[in-house]
C-alpha cells in the first residue's frame, strides 16, 4: 500500500511466542514509535474519561498512541467534514498518534444489525448503520494514522453455528477488499495505515482461514476480534490466538480487542499478541475500585508494590473463569480492592506503597472511601490517575520482563504466587 511505513522490529521472541520490539514508523511523520508488548490509551472522543488533557501529562509513561472509536465519533460526521483538519486537531490533541477503531471495548452492544453490506455502531443518540461508503467517509473526515478495517465481529457468543461464523469471516474480507480499494483511491488517505481484522469465533479452522486471507492483503497490521473476556475461557483462547499468530507475518503488528485483564494479557502475549486496548483501568475506575497488584520482579525492596492478598477482596472465583459478559463494569477482579467498603474508611495509606502517581503521593485510601460515598466527582479524578498509571507500569514491566527471561517470575507475582525457594 502507498504511504506505508509502519513496521515492527522485534529485538527478543521469548518462549517462541512472547514478542519485544518497537513499532516503528508512526504517525504523518513516521517518527513516533511504540514498544511492545504495550497498550494503547484509552478515549471517549479523544478525551480520557475524568481526565483533562493537562492531568493526563502529568504521568509519565503514557503510549504515544491513542484509540478512539468510531462508536463515539459516527454522528459527529457532519460537523467533522465541516471542520475539514481532522479529529485530532478538533479534539485539541498533539503529539499523538491516531487509531480509529469500530467499536468502544468498555461499552457493550447490541449484537443482531449486522448485514452483507452495513454494520452498525452504537452513540449516544442511538444506532448507526454503515456501510462501506459511509464508514471510509467517516475516516476521510476523522483523518486517523491508522484504523481498524470494517467487520463483521457478532460471532463471540457462545454456541454460534459454523455456518454464521463462516460468513462473519467472508463478511470482513469482502469489507476489507472494498476498504482497500476506497482506500487506495483516497488522497485524504494517503500515509494513513490500515489494520486487517481477523475473525472465526471459536472455530479453529474459520480463525486460521480469516488470518491467512486476511495476511494476503496490503495491510500494515492485524486486529484479533471476537475474543473478548466473557467470550471463552482463556485456554481456547490462547490456543486461537496461537493459531492465527502462527499465519501472520512477523514484521506486522497484533492487536487483540476486548482483552485487558492482566491475567489474560501475560497468557496473549505468550501466544503472540503485541498490542492491546487500554481500557481496563476505565473499567476498574467506574466500579470504584483501584488497581493494585504486584508485578514487581526487581530486587530493590523499595520498588515493591503491596503484596496481593494483603488486604485484597476478590469477587470469586468466577474472575478467572471466563464467565464475565463483555464490557461487564460492574464485576470486580482479583487485581483491585473496592475502596467503597468501609474497612477503608480509617486507612490511612496510599493506595499503592512505593507508587509515584499524584493520586498514590497525595492522598490516602480513607480520603478516596469518603470521595466515593459522598458520591464526589474528584473521586474518579483520583482513581482513574491512579489506575491508568499503574496498569502502563505494568506493561513496562512486562517489556522487562521479556527482556530479562523472568516472564515466569512475573507471572506468579501478577497471579499472587509466591517464589519457589530451590
Known amino acids: 500500500m502507498a504511504g506505508c511505513r509502519m513496521k515492527l522490529e522485534l529485538s527478543r521472541v521469548a518462549l517462541g511466542k512472547g514478542r519485544l520490539g518497537v513499532l516503528k514508523g508512526l504517525g504523518k511523520t513516521g517518527q513516533l514509535s511504540l514498544e511492545v508488548p504495550g497498550c494503547l490509551l484509552h478515549t471517549h472522543l479523544g478525551t480520557v474519561p475524568h481526565l483533562t488533557q493537562d492531568t493526563l501529562n502529568t504521568l509519565s509513561t503514557l503510549p504515544s498512541v491513542t484509540q478512539i472509536?468510531?462508536?463515539?465519533?459516527?454522528?459527529?460526521?457532519?460537523?467533522?467534514?465541516?471542520?475539514?483538519?481532522?479529529?485530532?486537531?478538533?479534539?485539541?490533541?498533539?503529539?499523538?498518534?491516531?487509531?480509529?477503531?469500530?467499536?468502544?471495548?468498555?461499552?457493550?452492544?447490541?449484537?443482531?444489525?449486522t448485514t452483507n453490506k452495513t454494520v452498525s455502531v452504537w452513540g449516544s443518540g442511538g444506532r448507526i448503520e454503515l456501510t462501506v461508503a459511509k464508514f471510509m467517509a467517516l475516516q476521510k473526515a476523522v483523518k486517523p494514522d491508522w484504523y481498524q478495517s470494517m467487520a463483521d465481529g457478532e460471532t463471540w457468543q457462545i454456541n454460534t453455528s459454523h455456518k454464521r461464523v463462516r460468513k462473519s469471516v467472508d463478511r470482513s474480507l469482502a469489507h476489507l477488499d472494498e476498504c482497500l480499494l476506497v482506500h487506495q483511491k483516497s488522497q485524504?488517505?494517503?500515509?494513513?495505515?490500515?489494520?486487517?481484522?481477523?475473525?472465526?469465533?471459536?472455530?479453529?479452522?474459520?480463525?486460521?482461514?480469516?488470518?491467512?486471507?486476511?495476511?494476503?492483503?496490503?495491510?500494515?497490521?492485524?486486529?484479533?476480534?471476537?475474543l473478548q473476556t466473557g467470550s471463552m475461557d482463556q485456554a481456547l483462547r490462547t490456543q486461537l490466538i496461537s493459531a492465527v499468530t502462527k499465519e501472520l507475518p512477523e514484521d506486522k503488528p497484533r492487536l487483540l480487542q476486548g482483552v485487558g485483564r492482566p491475567d489474560e494479557v501475560l497468557a496473549s502475549v505468550e501466544a503472540g499478541v503485541d498490542l492491546f486496548e487500554g481500557f481496563f483501568p476505565f473499567e476498574v475506575t467506574e466500579r470504584g475500585c483501584a488497581l493494585i497488584f504486584n508485578f514487581n520482579i526487581s530486587s530493590n525492596p523499595e520498588l515493591a508494590v503491596l503484596e496481593p492478598g494483603e488486604d485484597q477482596e476478590t469477587a470469586g472465583d468466577s474472575q478467572h473463569s471466563g464467565d464475565l459478559n463483555p464490557g461487564d463494569q460492574t464485576q470486580?477482579?482479583?487485581?483491585?480492592?473496592?475502596?467503597?467498603d468501609k474497612r477503608y474508611q480509617g486507612d490511612f495509606r496510599p493506595l499503592v506503597e512505593g507508587c509515584g502517581c499524584y493520586c498514590c503521593t497525595n492522598h490516602q485510601r480513607a480520603y478516596l472511601h469518603h470521595l466515593l460515598v459522598t458520591n464526589e466527582l474528584l473521586a474518579g479524578v483520583l482513581l482513574m490517575i491512579h489506575n491508568t498509571a499503574h496498569y502502563h507500569a505494568f506493561f513496562s514491566a512486562l517489556r522487562d520482563a521479556l527482556a530479562e527471561d523472568r516472564l515466569d517470575l512475573l507471572k506468579r507475582r501478577v497471579l499472587g504466587q509466591t517464589e519457589r525457594k530451590d
Open 69 to 113: 472509536t468510531l462508536s463515539n465519533i459516527a454522528e459527529h460526521q457532519e460537523v467533522l467534514e465541516e471542520f475539514k483538519d481532522g479529529f485530532r486537531k478538533f479534539a485539541g490533541l498533539h503529539d499523538t498518534v491516531l487509531y480509529c477503531a469500530l467499536h468502544d471495548p468498555a461499552t457493550p452492544c447490541p449484537t443482531g444489525h
Open 188 to 226: 485524504e488517505l494517503e500515509g494513513v495505515e490500515v489494520f486487517g481484522v481477523v475473525e472465526g469465533g471459536d472455530i479453529l479452522e474459520e480463525r486460521v482461514r480469516s488470518a491467512k486471507e486476511t495476511a494476503k492483503r496490503p495491510v500494515s497490521g492485524f486486529c484479533l476480534d471476537g
Open 332 to 340: 470486580m477482579t482479583s487485581f483491585e480492592i473496592n475502596l467503597k
